[in-house]
């Protein structure tokens, strides 16, 4: 800290030529210089240094005056400079501890200051996904059927040839089993049974059916896995949704029924429905369901093939020898299945052309379903 005026010897032979009031100007002066110092001072380590400088007991200031004018002042000099040298003190040390205080507040202004929360700064807003059209479309389908009173079955990805094969009345030999292109799982060395992916949700039929005695009436929404190369139409991995009601009274007539009701609400009110003979070997009869195309209304368009409908899925009625397998009385119970592919419904009701889509997760495609 700069000392600007020279509180030594040379003052105090100032003090000495001079009268009372050069005494007076000289600690004028001095409080001028201490009230600049003092104004200047911001922070804590200012602070300090200030109160060193004037109030240091060894290199003070107020000391050096002490022993260097009031000490060997004339005597009729020594009243005067010992009151302005009492009154500067009482100023120093007044100002000093406001000084203190001011600088302390000030610091916690600052701290303050800096931890801030802004409560009317708008929010970060994070991006929120959507369910996937998919995911949507297997909901919807969900959504009918438990308004029907189904309800929601799951089964292994990974399954036995039993359950998708045999007890499914397709036996090893049988022409069906071609029909399924399946990925078989390595078999680990010694190992009695051998697995693959499941190429239809149907083995959930049978799983279920083995669990619960009728009554049943369940829909299997997933994913199932066929050998297929990869076009705008195939994927070695897309979504079924296997339907099964079984039950002492149910007839052709309810499952026409049913399937009706379900196309209608899936597609909207003035879809048609068409059954039309196929085979499957776990139905019998078995039928293929066709809907009036949703594009032109049944007219004749490119989409449909100028037929005017559209294939949407196989179905038909429980064949009596998969009753066999799970110890259902084939004489007493009936029922119809269905197995439809949820990906080519969600292409038909949204006017998706690539199956591909669905899984290349763009989100460009993925947000237009919102
Ligand atoms: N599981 C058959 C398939 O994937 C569909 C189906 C299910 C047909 C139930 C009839 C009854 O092709």
């Given amino acids: 800290m700069p000392v600007p005026l020279d509180y030594t010897r040379r003052t105090l032979d100032d003090i000495r030529a001079g009268s009372p009031e050069h005494v007076e100007t000289l600690f004028t002066d001095l409080r001028a210089d201490f009230d600049a110092a003092a104004a200047a001072v911001d922070t804590a380590g200012a602070w300090k240094s200030l109160r060193d400088a004037w109030l240091g007991r060894k290199s ?107 007890a499914l009345n397709i036996p090893e030999t049988h022409p069906a089993r071609d029909t399924m292109d399946t990925f078989y799982l390595d078999l680990p060395p010694g190992a009695l049974t051998q697995y693959l992916l499941r190429t239809h949700t149907s083995p959930v039929q049978v799983r279920t059916m083995e669990k619960q005695q009728p009554p049943v009436r369940i829909i299997v929404p997933g994913k199932v896995y066929r050998r297929d190369n990869p076009d705008s139409t195939h ?13 002492t009274d149910i007839t052709f007539c309810e499952f026409k029924g049913t399937i009706e009701y379900f196309i209608r609400e899936f597609f909207g009110p ?4 068409r059954f039309r003979p196929s085979y499957f070997p776990f139905t019998e009869p078995s039928a293929e369901v066709d809907a009036s195309c949703i594009f032109c209304d049944g007219a004749g368009c490119r989409i449909c093939k100028y037929s005017g409908w559209i294939e949407l899925f196989g179905s038909g009625m429980v064949d009596p020898a998969v009753y066999g397998f799970v110890n259902y009385d084939a004489k007493k119970l009936c029922g119809f299945a269905f197995g439809l592919g949820v990906d080519r419904f969600a292409m038909l009701k949204y006017g998706i052309d690539d199956i591909q ?14």
């Fill in 60 to 166: 003070g200031i107020l000391s050096a005056i002490t022993d260097n004018w009031l000490k060997p002042a004339p005597p009729e000099l020594k009243r005067a400079v010992g009151a302005a040298l009492n009154q500067i003190k009482a100023h120093v040390e007044a100002v000093i501890e406001e000084r203190r205080l001011a600088v302390e507040a000030s610091a916690d202004q600052l701290a303050l200051a800096a931890e801030r929360t802004d409560l009317s700064l708008p929010g970060v807003a994070r991006p929120i996904g959507t369910r996937h059209i998919l995911r949507q479309t297997m909901d919807d389908f969900e959504r009918i059927f438990l308004s029907l009173g189904y309800s929601v079955a799951q089964g292994p990805e990974i399954e036995t040839p039993y359950y998708n094969f045999e």
């Fill in 235 to 247: 994927s070695y991995m897309f979504h079924q949704v296997e339907g099964l009601a079984v039950d």
């Fill in 357 to 370: 889509l669905f899984f290349q997760n763009d989100v460009r495609f993925l947000r237009q379903f919102s």
């Fill in 270 to 273: 003035k879809v048609k429905t």
